[in-house]
T-cell receptor
Framework: DTAVSQTPKYLVTQMGNDKSIKCEQN?????MYWYKQDSKKFLKIMFS???????INETVPNRFSPKSPDKAHLNLHINSLELGDSAVYFC?????????????FGPGTRLLVL | GQNIDQPTEMTATEGAIVQINCTYQ??????LFWYQQHAGEAPTFLSY??LDGLEEKGRFSSFLSRSKGYSYLLLKELQMKDSASYLC????????????WGAGTKLIIKP
């Protein structure tokens, strides 16, 4: 059974389009995250939700909008895609927000904007 | 500010031992994680240190010195499957407890 799943795994699209990435976790965790991993391999936090409430919202263009319909799902919608949005986007989850809690990552969505 | 430094790439021989270092500067240190990431895959958890000292887990051990802002990951009896990137991440309480990630060290294992 997949713990944290994301769809799609690959996404190739044109500049200016709107796209969504979906994430689901079946671990019963309270906290979920979206990360962006660029070509230099840095993982940067974008958003974090705890019990469907937004708790971390880093300096991300407002073209990116997360939505958490329930604790098990955190989706990411991106409007007006730009070339610089090309990256791997990882969803992750943790039991809760305690500092020692491990984050479990989904397989990633490879986004290429042409 | 926050900064995490790791070597970009290391090479080691199958069966040997390798130590991957990580130095950090954060204002509100609250734990350090090591993750393994194989090419094209997701990061997976290896270890967590919050107190000074060595944590051993099978072939992998992780060390922390908070006063020096320093950690290392020690991999023993290297296997070809250990070829991967190793990411150091620090929990920073002054950044809403989010994880601050290093760029990772790409480890290449040769026969």
């Amino acid at each position: 059974d997949t713990a944290v799943s994301q769809t799609p795994k690959y996404l190739v699209t044109q500049m200016g389009n709107d796209k969504s990435i979906k994430c689901e976790q079946n671990l019963g965790h309270d906290t979920m995250y979206w990360y962006k991993q660029d070509s230099k391999k840095f993982l940067k936090i974008m958003f974090s939700y705890n019990n469907k409430e937004l708790i971390i919202n880093e300096t991300v263009p407002n073209r990116f909008s997360p939505k958490s319909p329930d604790k098990a799902h955190l989706n990411l919608h991106i409007n007006s895609l730009e070339l610089g949005d090309s990256a791997v986007y990882f969803c992750a989850s943790s039991q809760d927000t305690r500092p020692q809690e491990t984050q479990y990552f989904g397989p990633g969505t490879r986004l290429l904007v042409l | 500010g926050q900064n995490i430094d790791q070597p970009t790439e290391m090479t080691a021989t199958e069966g040997a031992i390798v130590q991957i270092n990580c130095t950090y500067q954060t204002s509100g240190f609250n734990g350090l994680f090591w993750y393994q990431q194989h090419a094209g895959e997701a990061p997976t958890f290896l270890s967590y240190n919050v107190l000074d000292g060595l944590e051993e887990k099978g072939r992998f051990s992780s060390f922390l010195s908070r006063s020096k802002g320093y950690s290392y990951l020690l991999l023993k009896e290297l296997q070809m499957k250990d070829s991967a990137s190793y990411l150091c991440a620090v929990r920073d309480e002054d950044s809403n407890y989010q994880l601050i990630w290093g760029a990772g060290t790409k480890l290449i294992i040769k026969p």
